[in-house]
Antibody
Framework: QVQLQESGPGLVKPSQTLSLTCTVS??????????WSWIRQHPGKGLEWIGF???????LYNPSLKSRVGISADTSKSQFSLRLNSVTAADTAVYFC????????????WGQGALVTVSS | SYVLTQPLSVSEAPGQTARISCGGD??????VHWYQQRPGQAPMLVVY???DRPSGITERFSGSKSGNTATLTIMRVEAGDEADYYC??????????FGGGTKLTVL
């Protein structure tokens, strides 16, 4: 059973960089066929896809966030990470990591989510 | 960008059948997935590839698609089904797209 767990600071100051890590257990992020994704949910709102990284290191980002976001992976630690630059209060959200099926792009395993608040 | 439209809310009495719609341009040519999100929890995949159920998901949940509308059907609704439900597709121009979500209330 694949399990994902987000970790990182719960409070980030405006204009700084949000950094989160997702640790994957029960499966390898080096295996083909899956993408490793970040999704966020603003308080009381719907889901917003941020982007993914593949086992080859290929990344794809939501065009609305592309200029500020970066996703990287450390296969030796079975982790992948999110960086979001120049944050504002509008980036306050619960951030989920998830495994994305590489064929039809559904999310079959999710982390529990991490609330990140942007405030001074 | 591609848009998926869901009703804000659906209500149904226990034991009845709830239907949640998801509409979008040319949806018939896309593959639709559905998620359940209970309060304070992560979303959970309940239907993928239009109509398939992941292992462990009750057969009371089913997905279908006709024209530009996909439907998640929940038979014999239970109190535990009360949650937000999201549809999702992959669009070549917009990548991953989620619907706005539908709150299912069990009366």
């Amino acid at each position: 059973q694949v399990q994902l767990q987000e970790s990182g600071p719960g409070l980030v100051k405006p204009s700084q960089t949000l950094s989160l890590t997702c640790t994957v257990s029960g499966g390898s992020i080096s295996n083909s066929g899956s993408y490793w994704s970040w999704i966020r949910q603003h308080p009381g709102k719907g889901l917003e896809w941020i982007g993914f990284i593949s086992h080859t290191g290929y990344t794809l980002y939501n065009p609305s966030l592309k200029s500020r976001v970066g996703i990287s992976a450390d296969t030796s630690k079975s982790q992948f990470s999110l960086r979001l630059n120049s944050v504002t209060a509008a980036d306050t959200a619960v951030y989920f990591c998830a495994r994305e099926n590489g064929r039809t792009y559904y999310f079959d395993y999710w982390g529990q989510g991490a609330l990140v608040t942007v405030s001074s | 960008s591609y848009v998926l439209t869901q009703p804000l809310s659906v209500s149904e009495a226990p034991g009845q059948t709830a239907r949640i719609s998801c509409g979008g341009d040319n949806l018939g040519s896309k593959i639709v997935h559905w998620y359940q999100q209970r309060p304070g929890q992560a979303p959970m995949l309940v239907v993928y590839d239009d109509s398939d159920r992941p292992s462990g998901i009750t057969e009371r949940f089913s997905g279908s698609k006709s024209g530009n509308t996909a439907t998640l059907t929940i038979m014999r609704v239970e109190a535990g089904d009360e949650a937000d439900y999201y549809c999702q597709v992959w669009d070549i121009a917009s990548d991953v797209v989620f619907g706005g979500g539908t709150k299912l209330t069990v009366l």
